[in-house]
């Protein structure tokens, strides 16, 4: 299976310094998943609602992952939505020591379950899983999810 994933990142982070977001509406429609977190969904869109924002950005057909820290994740592809909280997934109290990293950890969690077949829902669950366990230690790779997955 292949699979065109984007994340938007600059020189200066992930996020446009100009606020302009040119392109993303062409590219759009030519990738299978859209990976953003909140912030940038709502600035790429205009809107001020992060279901309003994903819902414009998954109407080319694409499957788009907003990502809100601690309050989960929710994925979109046309009129579907999955939502998916930590507290849903996960078994105890988490103390956050860093967060470097915490989105890729996630995004890359995602995309691995995808490319394993699961459904979106299972997808978000290691996705969360990833990010949850990455800033439980320093620096973004000190606490990666460390599990067999099948």
């Not at 065109?4 to 759009?28: A, F, Q």
């Not at 909140?38 to 109407?59: D, P, R, W």
């Not at 995004?107 to 829902?121: E, H, K, L, Y």
């Amino acid at each position: 299976m292949h699979t065109i994933s984007l994340r938007r990142w600059t020189r200066t982070g992930n996020w446009d310094p100009d606020e302009k977001w040119e392109g993303i509406s062409e590219i759009l429609p030519l990738i299978d998943i859209y990976l953003s977190n909140a912030a940038e969904a709502l600035a790429i869109t205009g809107e001020n609602e992060i279901m309003k924002a994903g819902e414009v950005l998954s109407s080319q057909g694409n499957i788009v992952v907003i990502k809100s820290g601690a309050g989960g994740a929710v994925a979109f592809k046309r009129e579907q939505v999955w939502r998916v909280i930590p507290d849903d997934n996960l078994p105890e109290v988490i103390q956050v020591i860093d967060t470097i990293g915490a989105g890729d950890s996630f995004d890359a969690g995602f995309i691995r379950a995808w490319q394993m077949g699961w459904s979106v829902p299972e997808c978000l669950k290691l996705a969360i899983r990833c990010g949850t366990a990455c800033v439980t230690g320093r620096g973004g790779f000190e606490r990666q999810l460390r599990e067999v997955i099948e």
